[in-house]
Structure formats: structure tokens, C-alpha cells
């Protein structure tokens, strides 16, 4: 190169490309952290309605994602992932108006309620748009060879909004009043709306589209290991306090402070060891340490090794999510690969809607300790369908 050539610029690293586009998601989950810890109360204590209907606010957002993931996919394949991000953040604008409304309408319960249930209503479709958006665009932009990489990064960017937003909703409610979560809604899904203009428009991959339900039959198999490794989430999240109330235990948030550090710590560590190793690979040995942990909750006896069995379940269930992930969007073509990343969420999202009444259930006849041996079991079968996929994937 002579010194009156020009420098070529530098293209962004992969994992740069990645994180300008995961920075939706974490817009998206942390609009989804601010309101969660202080709405059950708002419910209850504010508009005098009963837990069931605190609960029902809670899950209707959750709802919403899982029967929005057909429309999710379909519009990140056909419209592309900018356009759909864009449209999730308008009904994350939508939200945080109708959540200001609800504020405001505080002397009609039944109102202010309808108001915020369809809030929750627009929020779940905003995450189930953002989210199968994101995964689409990301990989699309990196390649396949990346397909792990983006879906942990991605879920660093979720669990970690989730992290910062919780806490930082109840302090804003107990320095304010709940009137300010709705701007704040609208503010940040705003901001996020005016970084992505600058963003250029993404060209949808051509080829065949395939029905959600055709894309959810290839997907199946990986997703119903997905399953039965994340029920034993949903059942660590749900029941952890009442398990520790069980056993006179106190601390039950720092079970749930470890379970999230080691999830992270590992996704950042071993986040290139599904393409080193294969995703059936990871996903059996992730499935086992997890096993290993949830049967350390159930045996615990004492608190210290019950974070211990904490920390091996959030370490172990890491990369069961990329790992499965990757092997199943093997199963669609590039041009439906909204379609198969909605559909293998969808198995996730009904791991955490069965987990809570299954084992609740399992809790009102055995005791809070005997959720976490039902959970090591449902893993431990996950682990042996992993085995046969593997072996029907790479015979000898």
C-alpha cells in the first residue's frame, strides 16, 4: 500500500455487530424489568383487587409473547428484523401511554385496571416481535457459523435488563409515585426508535417460507429438550422463597442473585463452545451439570448448599438454549429462519407456563424440596433425547 492510498476502515467485530443489535433486546427487557416487581402491589394495594387478578396481570404479558410468536416470525421473515423491531417499540410506546392512563384513572379500579391489562397485552407483543427479531437479524447479519454467539448474547442482553430494571422500577415508584413508570416506557423505547433509524434497512432473505406450524414441527424435537431443561428454571424462580420459608431458611434472593451471575458467567466464558463442540454436545453436558444442581436444591441441608445447587443450575442451563438453538434452526432454511426461532421460543415460553401449576401441584403433596427432584428428573430425561437426536443426527 503506497502512502497516498487510503486506509481501508476496519469492519466491526463480530461480537460488535452483535451487541448493536442485542441493544433492542436490552431496551425491550428492560422496559419489561421496570414495572414487574412493583405492578403485583400496584394491583393489590392500589386498585383493591385480589392476588389472583395480581398474578393474571402479571401473566398476561407472558400470554401474549407465547400467541405472538406466529405473527413474530412471520413479519421478521417477510418485513425484516428492522421493521419488526420497529413496530415492537411502537407497541412498547403504546404501553407505557396506556400504563401513564392507568395512573391517572387510580379512582376507577375497573378502568385503570382494562388500561393496564392492555398495556401488559402490547408489551407481550412487543417482546415476542423484538425478540425473534433480534436472533433474525443478528444471525442473518453474521451467518450461521455465529448462531450460538448471537442467542447468547442475546440472552445476557434479556436477563441482564431484567437485572437492572426491577430494582430500578421500585426505587422510581418509591421516589415518585407509579405514574412515572409510563413515561419512562415511552422515553426509552423512543430513544430506541431514534438509534435505529440510523441503522440501514435490512433486505429479508429470499427463498421459501414455510407455515409457523411446518416450521414448529422441524423444530420439535430440540424444543421439547429446551422444555424439560427449562422447567427446572420456572421452578427455581416461582418457588425458591417459599422453598426457603419451608426449611426456615432466609436469603432467598441470593439463590436467585447466584443462579443469574453464573448463567451470565458462563455464557460469556464458553459462548464459542457449541461451535467447537456441537450443540448436542453442549446441551447434554449443560443438561447434566444442571441436574446435578437441581438435585443439590433438593437435598440441601443447609443454605450454603442450596446456592451452590443454585449456581450449578444457572451454570448448566446457560448454553442449553444456544446449543439446542443451533441444531434447530439447522432444520428451516435461511428464508423461514423467523418462523423456526419463533417456534423454538414458543417451547421455552410453555416451559415457564407449565412449570408454576405442575409443580405447585408437586409442592401441595410432596413439599417445595421434592419440585427440585421432579425438575432433576425432567432434565435427566432431556438429557437422554438429546442423546438419541445425536445419534439420529450423526449415526456412528
Known amino acids: 500500500m503506497t502512502a497516498h492510498e487510503p486506509t481501508p476502515a476496519r469492519s466491526p467485530s463480530i461480537t460488535a455487530q452483535i451487541l448493536a443489535i442485542v441493544f433492542y433486546t436490552f431496551i425491550a427487557f428492560l422496559c419489561i424489568g421496570l414495572p414487574i416487581a412493583v405492578l403485583p402491589g400496584y394491583v393489590h394495594d392500589q386498585l383493591g383487587f385480589g392476588a389472583v387478578i395480581a398474578g393474571v396481570t402479571i401473566g398476561l404479558q407472558y400470554l401474549a409473547t407465547l400467541l405472538s410468536r406466529p405473527f413474530a416470525g412471520r413479519v421478521a421473515d417477510s418485513l425484516g428484523g428492522k421493521r419488526a423491531i420497529r413496530y415492537g417499540l411502537y407497541g412498547i410506546i403504546g404501553c407505557g401511554l396506556l400504563t401513564l392512563l392507568s395512573a391517572w384513572t387510580l379512582g376507577w379500579p375497573v ?48 436477563y441482564g435488563a431484567i437485572a437492572i430494571g426491577a430494582p430500578a422500577g421500585v426505587l422510581m415508584v418509591d421516589a415518585v409515585d407509579f405514574s412515572l413508570l409510563g413515561p419512562a416506557l415511552m422515553v426509552l423505547a423512543a430513544l430506541a426508535l431514534q438509534v435505529l433509524r440510523t441503522r440501514p434497512d435490512v433486505i429479508p432473505v429470499r427463498g421459501e417460507r414455510l407455515p409457523f406450524w411446518a416450521a414448529f414441527v422441524r423444530v420439535a424435537p430440540c424444543g421439547v429438550g429446551l422444555t424439560l431443561a427449562s422447567i427446572g428454571y420456572g421452578t427455581l424462580t416461582t418457588f425458591v422463597t417459599l422453598y426457603y420459608l419451608e426449611r426456615g431458611w432466609v436469603g432467598a434472593a441470593w439463590c436467585l442473585s447466584v443462579f443469574g451471575l453464573c448463567f451470565i458467567v458462563s ?8 461451535n467447537r463442540f456441537g450443540g448436542y454436545a453442549v446441551a447434554v453436558t449443560c443438561m447434566g451439570t444442571e441436574v446435578v444442581g437441581l438435585a443439590l436444591l433438593w437435598l440441601a441441608p443447609s443454605p450454603v448448599w442450596a446456592l451452590v445447587g443454585a449456581g450449578l443450575t444457572g451454570f448448566g442451563l446457560s448454553l442449553v438454549y444456544p446449543a439446542l438453538g443451533v441444531e434447530a434452526i439447522k432444520q428451516v432454511p435461511s428464508s423461514s429462519r423467523g418462523a423456526g426461532l419463533g417456534a423454538y421460543a414458543v417451547f421455552f415460553d410453555l416451559a415457564l407456563a407449565i412449570a408454576g401449576p405442575v409443580m405447585g401441584a408437586v409442592a401441595v403433596r410432596l413439599g417445595y424440596a421434592s419440585i427440585f427432584s421432579v425438575a432433576a428428573l425432567l432434565a435427566l430425561l432431556g438429557v437422554g433425547l438429546t442423546l438419541l437426536l445425536a445419534r439420529r443426527a450423526y449415526p456412528g
Open 111 to 158: 378502568l385503570s385496571l382494562a388500561l393496564l391489562l392492555g398495556g401488559r397485552l402490547l408489551l407481550g407483543l412487543a417482546q415476542g416481535l423484538i425478540g425473534v427479531a433480534t436472533l433474525s437479524w443478528g444471525i442473518n447479519q453474521v451467518g450461521n457459523e455465529h448462531t450460538a454467539r448471537v442467542i447468547s448474547w442475546n440472552g445476557i442482553a434479556s
Open 267 to 274: 455464557r460469556l466464558l464458553f459462548v464459542n463452545a457449541v
